[in-house]
């Protein structure tokens, strides 16, 4: 329930105690005439449950499942292995008399009236051009049979949501497709080496959570900490390894602050235990290592399996191991979780705990000169956030550095009451001219975009905005993150499009877009690799990515990418791990509790 919302119920109670202790010694008759007076008279929100919550889940949609078998599978009905057993139509004729031909420069549709002939191809939304067969379906879709996938092909959607494309271990055995058999929501596809059933079954978006929330706590919680896992055989979840992260601090916070949302949302028993459970192992990064306000990237227990790179240190019982040289990217983790945590959890101790870190954290930071120190006494890789290390650095990694720093202070401040926080904020904020920094984002995305930055800015804009009460500060910020938001808006990242609405109450923040983008995310979260470069209907840029990657004109959708968290590149082309990790999949969790915290899951019709 809401601020607004909890002051109203509590208006209409008192109220209705008034209206009761006026009506003592009166009959019943005068009682029920005052309380249907009050029934007419009362303001309509007294009456009516909040609005909200017709459309907190979002409703149904069809989901993509997969199931892969072997090709003399017998859980596969004989008819089926029948009809794929036979070669491939190579054309079709649909109920509405248009013809369509398979050929190797594209699918050929051929008008009933006129008999006009025209040839789709990649600008067409056809992302293979060499079609092999076509199987019928309902509801005047094709499925398209290719050496390099299956296809999905819908002719009456517009050119950008024409197709679904199935291609890698992900959906199939290989990509060789000899046939198809289609039904009204699934298609049994053969390929040389196996048969897979690819379904769109409904779905909604609160299951999938729940599915992902299990898979977690089976094979992604270690300690604590909620990352992803090693699997020792290539796609085979049942061979997890749970592995420390360089990230942990960050990872588990978009866990924590997800379970936050979840229970502020249904009030789930389980979401509380979950949050605070993994809160707790984030408090414990801060107060393992021994050294004021300096928080441990990973935590292990003497005997865990770890990378044995890194700078790893043992607590003086020698039953634990944390590892150091904390980047700012674990800060922005802490504060963004322990902010939700702070506002939504319901217990005094979950905020005592997390006064104690932040007063600690923030301390730090001010008394070794807007630095992070850890051991030994030296400054850490990326934990530099002083005046003398911002000059040397590009005008798009000023203004990150200088949200990030402002926001942990902001937060220091909102949480602990202590005005050395505030002081310090204001100064650095007014006097070495951060704020300025921040207002002077820019508005073009670099020349080499660091995905990873722009996930730390949009983490530590949330609670800065959200912090900040002061009108005219608060407005600068919300349009540096205007700005921003309109740099990554074609990333069609929920989590950016959410935090954007919630700081700023934009209502235009691609509503139906983050949708789409949830309900694509597979169900699977194994980082099977996925190749897209021999596509047709992809624009494919000249610009490289950071890392040299080819790049798309516009983001992958989740089904036919990688998986990815979002500090990743969504216009990569290829990429994946060979199935040999699985992602936690607390990056869908976010968005979508967040969406539904702030009712932003209803899209305008």
């Excluded at 979950?274 to 300096?294: C, D, F, K, Q, W």
């Excluded at 890194?310 to 944390?322: I, L, M, P, V």
């Excluded at 902001?410 to 310090?424: E, H, P, Q, S, W």
Aim: glycine share 8%; proline share 5%.
């Amino acid at each position: 329930m809401t601020i607004q919302a909890g002051m109203k119920v509590r208006y209409c109670v008192q109220v209705l105690r008034y209206v009761s202790l006026q009506s003592q010694g009166k009959s019943v008759m005068r009682k029920l005439v005052i309380l249907l007076l009050l029934a007419f008279t009362l303001p309509a929100f007294c009456l009516k449950p909040p609005a909200a919550r017709a459309h907190e889940s979002s409703g149904n949609y069809l989901q993509i499942v997969c199931r892969q078998y072997a090709l003399d599978s017998p859980e596969i009905p004989s008819a089926i292995l029948k009809s794929l057993r036979q070669p491939a139509s190579l054309t079709f004729t649909d109920s509405r008399g248009t013809a369509w031909q398979a050929t190797e420069r594209g699918l050929v549709e051929t008008d009933s009236t006129d008999k006009a002939k025209k040839v789709l191809t990649g600008k067409d939304g056809l992302p293979i051009l060499s079609v092999t067969g076509i199987a019928e379906a309902q509801q005047g879709k094709l499925w398209l049979s290719t050496s390099q996938g299956a296809v999905l092909f819908i002719p009456s959607a517009g050119p950008d949501a024409r197709s679904f494309y199935f291609a890698g271990p992900r959906y199939l055995a290989d990509d060789n497709v000899l046939q198809i058999v289609a039904g009204r929501n699934h298609a049994w596809i053969r390929t040389r080496t196996g048969i897979s059933f690819i379904a769109f079954e409904p779905y909604t978006l609160e299951q999938k959570s729940g599915l992902f929330i299990k898979r977690i706590q089976q094979r992604h919680h270690r300690h604590g900490y909620v990352a992803g896992c090693d699997l020792l055989r290539a796609g085979d979840p049942s061979s997890f390894r749970m592995t420390p992260d360089d990230n942990d601090g960050l990872w588990t916070s978009i866990y924590v602050a997800a379970e936050c949302f979840r229970y502020a949302s249904t009030h789930s028993p389980s979401a509380l235990a979950n949050a605070r459970t993994s809160l707790e192992a984030m408090l414990r990064l801060v107060s393992i290592t021994g050294i004021p306000g300096y928080p441990a990237r990973s935590l292990m227990h003497k005997g865990d399996y770890r990378d044995p790179s890194g700078e790893w240190h043992w607590t003086a019982d020698g039953q634990w191991e944390w590892k150091g040289d904390t980047s700012s990217d674990e800060l922005v983790g802490h504060f963004f979780a322990y902010w939700v945590a702070y506002n939504l959890l319901p217990g005094e101790q979950d905020r005592a705990a997390i006064r104690s870190a932040v007063s600690s954290i923030a301390s730090g930071l001010i008394e070794h000169h807007m630095q992070l120190i850890g051991y030994g006494g030296h400054v850490t890789t990326w934990g530099r956030y002083n005046p003398e290390y911002l000059k040397t650095e590009s005008r798009n990694e000023r203004a990150l550095d200088s949200a990030e720093l402002l926001s942990h202070l902001r937060v220091a401040y909102a949480i602990t009451g202590d005005k050395k926080f505030l002081d310090a904020y204001q100064h650095i904020g007014g006097d070495l001219g951060y704020v300025q920094n921040i207002v002077n984002i820019p508005a073009a995305i670099p020349d080499e975009n660091n995905f990873s930055d722009e996930e730390l800015a949009i983490l530590s804009f949330y609670p800065l905005v959200d912090a900040e009460k002061d009108p005219a500060l608060r407005g600068q910020y919300q349009a540096a993150l205007t700005k921003l938001w309109r740099r990554v808006r074609d990333e069609k990242s929920p989590l950016w499009n959410y935090i954007y609405a919630a700081n700023t109450g934009s209502k235009t923040y691609d509503c139906a877009a983050s949708l789409d983008t949830l309900r694509r995310i597979p169900l699977s979260t194994i980082a099977w690799t996925v190749d897209n470069s021999q596509r047709a209907d992809l624009v494919i840029v000249k610009q490289v990515g950071r890392f040299g990657e080819p790049q798309a004109q516009a983001s992958i959708p989740p089904n036919e990418r990688r998986v990815m968290k979002w500090n990743d590149n969504p216009f990569r082309l290829d990429g994946g791990d060979d199935g040999r990790r699985e992602d936690d999949g607390s990056f869908f969790l976010l968005p979508y509790w967040m969406g539904r915290y702030y009712h932003l899951l209803s899209c305008p019709q």
